[in-house]
């Protein structure tokens, strides 16, 4: 049977979610409660990648277990032995087949900038001292939902069949004195979010023009493109799956 973990985490701690060989990651840890608490060595398979430092308010990985389990009650044991940064938010049963990357419809992203120096934003956000054009941005961030090619935003050495992805919504908001970013598509590629982020920023202090923006995304060249924001203000909010893969 396979079950569906939806899952919470802060990475300010970790090196991402993939498991690695000589660092701390959140499948490891994850991996290693979930075997403790089923008695059985079991692996999981996450929604996505994050990298380090990069938090997640909800992502899904999927698990395999023989025996039929009890949600809530399995639940209760993983959040009593997992730390504090990463929380089970609940547990479904789905199809056999349902696979928590692969069946993803759409995923979406916050990007979070703070002007005032505040200590308790340390590893939240990303703190900036000059204020930033919010309408240019906002016009700029619109035209993004016209273009399906984003390799302009991808990291150079990533192995993609395609760079194509379809960005249903990308808008600044403004809260108090935050500034977040709002974006969603079908896909993402590595390091796209905190370079759309960084471009917009530049455009937000007029060193570059909405004109520019459409020249990069045209170019296909990560050169051409803004600086990567820092992993710290990044935010994985949401994935979202046909409900037809579950079951309860």
């Known amino acids: 049977m396979r079950y569906f973990l939806e899952l919470s985490y802060n990475g300010t701690l970790y090196h991402g979610w993939q498991r690695q060989p000589n660092a701390i990651s959140v499948q490891e840890v994850l991996e290693d409660s979930l075997s403790t608490v089923l008695r059985i060595k079991t692996e999981v398979v996450g929604a996505g990648r994050t990298d380090t430092g990069v938090h997640a308010k909800q992502i899904m990985a999927h698990f395999d277990h023989d025996q039929m389990l009890e949600p809530n009650q399995l639940k209760y044991k993983l ?33 979070h ?22 309408e240019l ?21 990533t192995d993609v069949k395609t760079y194509n992805c379809t960005i249903t919504e990308a808008v600044w908001i403004k809260d108090n004195d935050q500034l977040i970013f709002v974006i969603s598509a079908n896909r993402f590629l590595r390091n796209m979010v905190r370079a759309i982020v960084g471009t917009l920023i530049e455009i937000g202090e007029h060193k570059l023009d909405i004109e520019d923006l459409v020249t990069i995304i045209k170019s296909q060249d990560r050169s051409q493109a803004g600086y990567s924001v820092p992993a710290h203000g990044l ?14």
Do not use: G, W
């Open 235 to 248: 935010y994985l909010t949401a994935v979202h799956y046909p409900k037809t893969i579950y079951i309860s």
């Open 113 to 134: 900038i703070t002007f005032r120096k505040d200590p308790f934003q340390i590893n939240k956000s990303y703190y900036l001292k000059k204020p930033l054009d919010l």
């Open 79 to 111: 959040n009593s032995i997992l730390p504090l940064e990463i929380a089970i938010k609940n547990i479904h049963l789905v199809k056999d087949d349902a696979h928590a990357r692969f069946n993803a419809v759409s995923r979406s992203y916050e990007y």
């Open 137 to 157: 941005m906002n016009k700029a961030a619109k035209l993004l939902l016209n273009y399906t090619n984003f390799k302009c935003f991808s990291k150079s050495k």
